[in-house]
């Protein structure tokens, strides 16, 4: 609210300002010397040197806050794709822990007399060349 010419809210003070000083009121009273006008010309040129300043500053300090929300999101972005790996990978072993897990007893594994080594080595192999894909496919670059 307020703000004039293209959302800068000095503008319209600084764009006034001249009008004001030229106005015909002004121009006639005597007690307004050509001195004293020329003086605050000046002032005018340098208010709207200073409002230009600030408006530039103002647009400087949206681009920083913009870099700032891409920096964040981008670091956030790393490490979902983090978290996504790592979930790919133990992924699998979830599987098969499910399926062993489930306690049917006709699974031969579970009375064979090496199934629990057996379990941890398909678990590991599994492990080992689902790290190794990913690698290869360049998804363990935070690494």
């Known amino acids: 609210g307020g703000e004039g010419s293209h959302g800068n809210p000095h503008a319209a003070t600084r764009d006034g300002l001249p009008s004001t000083i030229h106005h015909p009121y002004c121009a006639s009273q005597p007690f307004i010397s050509p001195l004293t006008k020329t003086y605050l010309n000046d002032v005018v040129d340098h208010i709207a040197t200073q409002a230009d300043a600030l408006a530039s500053l103002a647009a400087e300090t949206k681009d920083l806050i913009d870099l700032i929300f891409n920096l964040t999101t ?36 579970l009375h064979w007399r090496f199934g629990y080594s057996y379990f941890w080595t398909v678990c590991i192999v599994v492990t080992v060349v689902f790290t190794f894909t990913l690698a290869r496919f360049g998804m363990l670059s935070f690494f």
Not at 81 to 101: K, R
């Open 74 to 109: 981008i670091r956030q972005s790393a490490a979902m794709q983090m978290l996504a790996v790592i979930s790919a990978i133990f992924l699998p072993i979830t599987f098969l822990a499910g399926v062993y897990g489930t306690n049917f007893d006709n699974l031969p594994e």
